[in-house]
């Protein structure tokens, strides 16, 4: 198969998920133009364009939050399946990053470590392309299917200890607020979900390294028949990387340094369900908080580090990204 494409198994797992809710699972997958022997084998690959139709046809429903509780481990096919059979969730979920791809590239969220003067926190970090965060049902899935994932591997009981979501307030936000029962940020640049850091040495009760060697094999015997370029999103993050401390990161210029037009850049960032201002901004905020914490560099430097051409810019987006400055951040962590 050419093109971009997903895990089958997320696929079967989201219409699962959806019929148990009342949706009619056949009907969709005919108007998504989904070709039902791609469902019948979970190691399969489905087009991405069908994939998001699926979403967009579900997002009519309205049942995102409640698709995504049921997804979590299952949802992820064989690489959740192996991920319950490593030593602690720590190990887990460095596994998933470096084979995230399997499932599709930039899924999977960017892993950061946060400490703060409220506490030490690994947090799933994502940047949402617009058009899809419009439908917001594919957002909250997204969330509710993390909680749901870490609760899978970490235990019954699992809580986030923040939730921020790259979504306008609705009217009556009281239905995702209490299915996350922790504070919940709206009008995020990034999708964000926080758990205190300790649960990465949480021991694995199913722990088997033979049987996760056997699992790790087979993905990444798949993860090697992936085209080499299957990721864009990837390829403009290590762009952005080498760029940052030379100025503003430009589409243009990650373009050209990647043999490829403006225009199809950007298509293709879309197709990989981001864009390259998201990725920016996901990159400035994680190369932000390292750098805030050595106390050798002003916030005025870590400005000109992240590719500001001034301070003011750094210290609105750092609000907006935190909701506090950053020499308020510096302050809490020194009293912590």
């Given at each position: 198969?050419?093109g971009?494409?997903?895990?089958a198994?997320?696929?079967?797992?989201?219409?699962?998920?959806?019929?148990r809710?009342?949706?009619?699972?056949?009907?969709?997958?005919?108007?998504?133009?989904?070709?039902?022997s791609?469902?019948?084998?979970p190691?399969?690959?489905?087009p991405?364009?069908?994939?998001?139709?699926?979403?967009e046809i579900?997002?009519?429903r309205g049942?995102?939050?409640?698709?995504?509780?049921?997804?979590?481990?299952?949802?992820?096919?064989v690489?959740?399946?192996?991920?319950?059979?490593?030593?602690?969730?720590?190990d887990?979920l460095?596994?998933?990053?470096?084979?995230?791809?399997?499932?599709?590239?930039?899924?999977?969220?960017?892993?950061?470590?946060?400490r703060?003067?409220?506490?030490?926190?690994?947090?799933?970090?994502?940047?949402m392309?617009?058009?899809f965060?419009?439908?917001?049902?594919?957002?909250?899935?997204?969330a509710?299917?993390?909680?749901?994932?870490?609760?899978?591997?970490?235990?019954?009981?699992?809580?986030?200890?923040?939730?921020?979501l790259?979504?306008?307030?609705?009217?009556?936000?009281?239905?995702?607020?209490?299915?996350?029962?922790?504070p919940?940020a709206?009008?995020?640049?990034?999708l964000?979900?926080?758990?205190?850091?300790?649960?990465?040495?949480?021991?694995?009760?199913?722990?088997?390294?033979?049987?996760?060697?056997?699992?790790?094999?087979?993905?990444?015997?798949?993860?090697?028949?992936?085209?080499?370029?299957?990721?864009?999103?990837?390829?403009?993050?290590?762009?952005?990387?080498?760029?940052?401390?030379?100025?503003?990161?430009?589409?243009?210029?990650?373009?050209?340094?990647?043999?490829v037009?403006?225009?199809t850049?950007?298509?293709?960032?879309l197709d990989e369900?981001?864009?390259?201002?998201?990725?920016?901004?996901?990159?400035?905020?994680?190369?932000?908080?390292?750098?805030l914490?050595?106390?050798?560099?002003?916030?005025?430097?870590?400005?000109?580090?992240?590719?500001?051409?001034?301070?003011?810019?750094?210290f609105?987006?750092?609000k907006r990204?935190?909701g506090?400055?950053?020499?308020g951040?510096?302050r809490?962590?020194?009293?912590?």
């Amino acid at each position: 198969m050419t093109g971009p494409s997903v895990l089958a198994a997320m696929t079967v797992q989201v219409l699962a998920a959806a019929e148990r809710l009342g949706a009619d699972a056949a009907a969709i997958v005919r108007e998504a133009g989904i070709d039902p022997s791609a469902l019948t084998d979970p190691d399969a690959r489905v087009p991405l364009g069908p994939h998001l139709k699926m979403w967009e046809i579900l997002s009519r429903r309205g049942d995102g939050l409640q698709i995504g509780a049921r997804l979590g481990i299952a949802g992820l096919g064989v690489i959740g399946y192996a991920m319950q059979h490593e030593a602690t969730v720590g190990d887990a979920l460095a596994w998933q990053q470096r084979v995230g791809a399997v499932l599709y590239p930039g899924l999977v969220p960017q892993l950061e470590r946060r400490r703060d003067a409220a506490g030490d926190y690994v947090v799933f970090v994502r940047a949402m392309v617009p058009a899809f965060a419009q439908l917001r049902e594919p957002v909250l899935a997204q969330a509710a299917s993390i909680v749901t994932m870490m609760g899978g591997i970490a235990g019954a009981g699992t809580r986030a200890a923040f939730v921020a979501l790259p979504l306008s307030r609705p009217a009556e936000p009281r239905e995702v607020e209490a299915h996350f029962a922790c504070p919940v940020a709206w009008d995020a640049p990034l999708l964000q979900i926080g758990f205190a850091a300790e649960i990465l040495e949480v021991p694995l009760p199913r722990a088997d390294p033979q049987l996760f060697g056997y699992l790790a094999r087979r993905t990444e015997s798949m993860l090697a028949q992936l085209p080499a370029d299957a990721s864009w999103a990837d390829r403009v993050r290590r762009e952005i990387g080498a760029a940052l401390a030379e100025g503003e990161p430009r589409l243009q210029a990650v373009a050209k340094r990647l043999g490829v037009s403006e225009r199809t850049l950007h298509r293709r960032l879309l197709d990989e369900q981001t864009n390259f201002a998201g990725l920016v901004e996901e990159a400035r905020h994680a190369r932000a908080v390292h750098l805030l914490a050595d106390r050798s560099l002003s916030a005025s430097e870590v400005a000109v580090l992240l590719g500001y051409a001034e301070p003011a810019p750094f210290f609105r987006a750092f609000k907006r990204w935190t909701g506090e400055t950053p020499q308020g951040w510096r302050r809490r962590g020194e009293a912590g």
